[in-house]
Each structure stands twice: as C-alpha cells, then as structure tokens.
T-cell receptor, first 113, second 113 residues
C-alpha cells in the first residue's frame, strides 16, 4: 500500500522566519504534487515535480524532489501571514495500466505576526 | 474561463435518499477527477475519466457510488442510497494532460442525516 507521510502536521511560525515541510512516500513515485487549501475552500495546485532533483519556486515557496530518498520538501522563506493555509503533498504511482494518487494528511501552517 | 463548476455547493439529505453531484470541467480539458475529503480519511481520489471514458474507479468506496460523463462538459457522481458516513466534501477537478496540473472546483459539501 502506498503511504505518504507529511511532517509536521501542524506548524506555527513567526512572520519572517524560514521553515520546511517534509513529505515522505513509500514506493516509487511518478510525480509529486503540492497543493494549498485555505479553510473551507478548494485546493490550489502549487507545484508538480516530475523528476529527481526537480526544484520549482513560486514567490516564497520552493519545492524539491529527491526520488532516491523518496522525499519532497516545501520550503517557506520569510513567511508572511498570507501563507497561512493547509499544504498537502500527493504522490502519483503508476502500475497495471492505471494510476494511484495518494495524499498526505496535510500540514496546517499558521503564520503569526 | 469560469473554472471548474460544481453544483450544488451544499446538499443535505436523509439517509437512504439518492444524491447526485454535478461537475462541469474547464473547456478543453480531457481529464476529469472526482475526490472526496473527510477529516477521518483525508483526500481520496474516487474515479477519473479521460475523454469521457472512466479509466480507474478503484477509489469508489462501494457499489452505492457511481459516476458518469456523458459528454466533455458534464459529469455526475451519484450515491444511491446515501448513508451518514458519505458525509464529506466532494471535489471535481480537471486537467489538460493526464495527472498534470489539476484545477479543482469549489466542492460540494454533502451532509447525510
């Protein structure tokens, strides 16, 4: 069974600080996704990581993928209050002609002024 | 483009009733996905379509759940009969390419009493 584990599950950080969210997955992944969800809202796609060593950045967020370690990270630089949300990673696994997409439990980020 | 459209946004029904959730994907997107989100189980991929054809429904929890896509601009997720444990937020998403960047609809919050 494919498992995706995120940590931490809850993160409270001060504005201006840096932090990293970790996403470990148990089997070979074809793609790794990061999503953002605001309370009571839908999901917003942040990054799609396709290959080992992939790094993508958007504003204060940077995502990376290490397929050998089965690890993706989401790094937050100089956090601002607007980044407060829940962040999900998801791993895509292909096999037997179809795909299995498994989500982590999410990291609830609170950025405190 | 208006994005992915889902209706209704909220649905409250009694156990045993039939429930139909609707989704209109972004025009031109060939892939459509149905997800369920609950506190207990997190985010789950239920089924996805490619060019209106169901590709993998292994995530559909029970035979009470069924999904159709009669044309490129409309899909339904039906639960018959509904049970309280079906209470969740159901998201529809679409993408241009297989499991690449997905655009999520606002979701339907279903409550079964």
């Amino acid at each position: 069974e494919l498992k995706v584990e995120q940590n931490p599950l809850f993160l409270s950080m001060q504005e201006g600080k840096n932090y990293t969210i970790y996403c470990n997955y148990s089997t070979t992944s074809d793609r790794l996704y990061w999503y953002r969800q605001d309370p009571g809202k839908s999901l917003e796609s942040l990054f799609v990581l396709l290959s080992n060593g992939a790094v993508k950045q958007e504003g204060r967020l940077m995502a990376s993928l290490d397929t050998k370690a089965r690890l993706s990270t989401l790094h937050i630089t100089a956090a601002v209050h607007d980044l407060s949300a829940t962040y999900f990673c998801a791993s895509l696994h292909s096999g037997a002609g179809s795909y299995q997409l498994t989500f982590g439990k999410g990291t609830k980020l609170s950025v405190i002024p | 483009d208006a994005g992915v459209i889902q209706s209704p946004r909220h649905e409250v029904t009694e156990m045993g009733q039939e429930v139909t959730l609707r989704c209109k994907p972004i025009s031109g997107h060939d892939y459509l996905f149905w997800y369920r989100q609950t506190m207990m189980r997190g985010l789950e991929l239920l089924i996805y379509f490619n060019n209106n054809v169901p590709i993998d429904d292994s995530g559909m929890p029970e035979d009470r759940f069924s999904a159709k896509m009669p044309n490129a601009s409309f899909s339904t997720l039906k639960i018959q009969p509904s049970e309280p444990r079906d209470s969740a937020v159901y998201f529809c998403a679409s993408s241009l390419f297989s499991f690449y960047e997905q655009y999520f609809g606002p979701g339907t919050r279903l409550t079964v009493t």
